[in-house]
């Protein structure tokens, strides 16, 4: 599935694109961010990054300005509306996730509810 003919569920933002886009850079050909909900973190659930070459035949594909975003089938019920950005800030550096699924997050911010 891709956003090009119509609006993705999940949008990437044009700065995180361009964060992706470097990462992959280093990376073998084909590479992508897949991009994923697992279950952990003390609020329930948890974001997770990792490149890879593995595609999924349900996969949503995002490309955008030479970034591959992947979001499988389960994670993007999680996911649907989030908007996914990158900061670079003087705490440091980071994707952020806005996600109108999340109820509660935890003190940290790196776990979640819905």
């Known amino acids: 599935m ?9 949008d ?3 700065r995180a694109a361009r964060r ?3 990462i992959l850079a280093k990376e073998a050909p084909g590479s ?7 279950g ?3 609020s329930g659930f948890q974001y997770a990054f990792d490149v890879t070459q593995d ?12 970034a591959v975003v992947l979001v499988d089938s389960v994670s ?3 996911l649907r509306g989030t908007r996914i950005d990158f900061v670079d800030d003087l705490i440091g ?18 776990s979640f509810t819905v």
Request: proline share 5%; with cysteine.
């Open 20 to 22: 992706v886009a470097a």
């Open 76 to 78: 993007l019920d999680f």
């Open 32 to 38: 992508a961010l897949r991009v994923a909900v697992n």
């Open 2 to 10: 891709s956003d090009t003919a119509t609006a993705s569920p999940v």
């Open 93 to 110: 550096q980071s994707f952020k996730i806005d996600n109108p699924n999340v109820k509660a997050s935890c003190g940290c911010g790196a």
């Open 12 to 14: 990437v933002t044009e």
């Open 55 to 66: 595609r999924e035949p349900e996969d949503l594909v995002i490309e955008k300005d030479g």
């Open 40 to 42: 952990g973190g003390c």
